[in-house]
């Protein structure tokens, strides 16, 4: 059974800081990794998509590295802002058989202004 | 907007009654997915529906029924509910599911449902 575990649980940070949030899964042979921004009570707006063959996917302030062969995979955030603070999931699709996506429990961010 | 809609946002209901959870989705997807959201747990996949078509459901009780009338429509009919079943429930649709990896997922708002 895949195991998705994301660290930390919570962070808090100035604005301004950069910042990394991590995400370990158990079984490598995954098609793709995702992450997700969730806001409190709402749905999940997927932020970057990873391919198994892709070491890293940019948009903006956010760059997301993918190392297959070690089950990791990381969320760097430059130049945090207030704006940022919210849940950041961590899914991957595939592993121990199964197509769907298997989440972790997310991180908690807060960007103190 | 990610082109996938719920209703009702909100929904508290008692362990007698029965309600239904509405999903629709404007993307053109063939693959939609209930996943169920609870405190201080990872998102839990609940059923898949492929082309229409229920191609997983992952051990979920027999008082959550899934119904997909077509690719855009996706139904969660709830009766006879436990307070344990309190949770945010999300549907997602993707292009279709399976080994692509492209296939990237679509969420809607959610319902947060309160079994009293």
């Known amino acids: 059974k895949q195991e998705v575990t994301q660290i930390p649980a919570a962070l808090s940070v100035p604005e301004g800081e950069n910042l990394v949030l991590n995400c370990s899964f158990t079984?490598?042979?995954?098609?793709?990794l995702q992450w997700f921004r969730q806001d409190p009570g709402k749905g999940l707006t997927s932020l970057l998509l990873?391919?198994?063959?892709?070491r890293e996917q940019t948009s903006g302030r956010l760059n997301a590295s993918l190392d297959k062969s070690s089950g990791r995979s990381t969320l760097y955030i430059a130049a945090s802002q207030p704006g940022d603070s919210a849940t950041y999931l961590c899914?991957?699709?595939?592993?121990?058989?199964?197509?769907?996506?298997?989440f972790g429990k997310g991180t908690k961010l807060s960007v103190i202004p | 907007e990610t082109g996938v809609t719920q209703t009702p946002r909100h929904l508290v209901m008692g362990m007698t009654n029965k309600k239904s959870l509405k999903c629709e989705q404007h993307?053109?997807?063939?693959?939609m997915y209930w996943y169920k959201q609870s405190a201080k747990k990872p998102l839990e996949l609940m059923f898949v529906?492929?082309?229409?078509?229920?191609?997983e459901n992952n051990s979920v009780p027999s008082r959550f029924s899934p119904e997909c009338p077509n690719s855009s429509h996706l139904f969660l009919h709830l009766h006879t509910l436990q307070p344990e079943d309190s949770a945010l429930y999300l549907c997602a649709s993707s292009q279709e599911p399976g080994g692509r990896a492209l296939d990237e997922q679509y969420f809607g708002p959610g319902t947060r449902l309160t079994v009293t």
């Open positions: 990873i391919q198994s063959s892709q």
């Open positions: 899914a991957v699709k595939g592993g121990a058989g199964s197509y769907q996506l298997t």
């Open positions: 529906y492929n082309f229409k078509e229920q191609t």
């Open positions: 993307l053109g997807h063939n693959a």
């Open positions: 079984d490598s042979a995954i098609y793709n």
